[in-house]
């Protein structure tokens, strides 16, 4: 079955205690991005990548880091969480950027306490 | 910047209604668009694509239309079902690399 996977789908953590979401596609997608979505505010991108080991940010990059080391897989690292970044993280691909269709993973529902 | 706004915020009809979601937005340039529906604390689950060269696309009970002159683009759902209770989300693409979102209808349908 064609999806997006990400892991975990829930976590609850403390301030400052590094962390990583990760992201992986079975489509053979080049393009992969993260989204957060917040109440008020809809889903924002924080990081997009149009191919391995091309990564570039979006709209809200500030306090996250990404790596796109294989295709299939896009993981959403937080160095230092804050309690500003308790959200729900999606992840989303495409076959390209651009004109393509895009698919979105199940959210992971992040909280930092 | 693409803004892009989705009225009603809310809606509620009973089951069997034909219903209509409006999305608008104020740039043109753009390259598609898609609408999602989002069920509570789930995924966005893709409904439909429509390319700007396109005005329409279909799928089962769901037409989605787009026109780009007015800036609208409409969900069209048919027979509702109180299975199409959801969030609806419309998002439009405009080689930012992102999607731009809206907000979202939450539509209910009743019994």
């Known amino acids: 079955e064609a999806q997006v996977t990400q892991n975990p789908r829930y976590l609850i953590t403390v301030t400052g205690k590094k962390l990583t979401v990760t992201c992986s596609q079975n489509?053979?997608?080049?393009?992969m991005s993260w989204y957060r979505q917040d109440p008020g505010l809809g889903l924002r991108q924080i990081y997009y990548s149009m191919n391995v080991e091309v990564t570039d940010k979006g709209d809200v990059p500030e306090g996250y880091k990404v790596s796109r080391k294989e295709k299939r897989n896009f993981p959403l690292i937080l160095e230092s969480p804050s309690p500003n970044q308790t959200s729900l993280y999606f992840c989303?691909?495409?076959?390209?950027?651009?004109?393509?269709?895009?698919?979105f993973g199940p959210g992971t529902r992040l909280t930092v306490t | 910047k693409q803004e892009v706004t989705q009225i009603p915020a809310a809606l509620s009809v009973p089951e069997g209604e034909n219903l209509v979601l409006n999305c608008s937005f104020t740039d043109s340039a753009i390259y598609n668009l898609q609408w999602f529906r989002q069920d509570p604390g789930k995924g966005l689950t893709s409904l439909l694509l429509i390319q700007s060269s396109q005005r329409e696309q279909t799928s089962g009970r769901l037409n989605a239309s787009l026109d780009k002159s007015s800036g609208r683009s409409t969900l069209y759902i048919a027979a509702s079902q109180p299975g199409d209770s959801a969030t609806y989300l419309c998002a439009f693409n405009t080689g930012r690399r992102a999607l731009t979102f809206g907000s979202g209808t939450r539509l209910q349908v009743q019994p």
């Open positions: 989303a691909s495409s076959f390209s950027g651009g004109n393509y269709e895009q698919y």
């Open positions: 489509m053979n997608h080049e393009y």
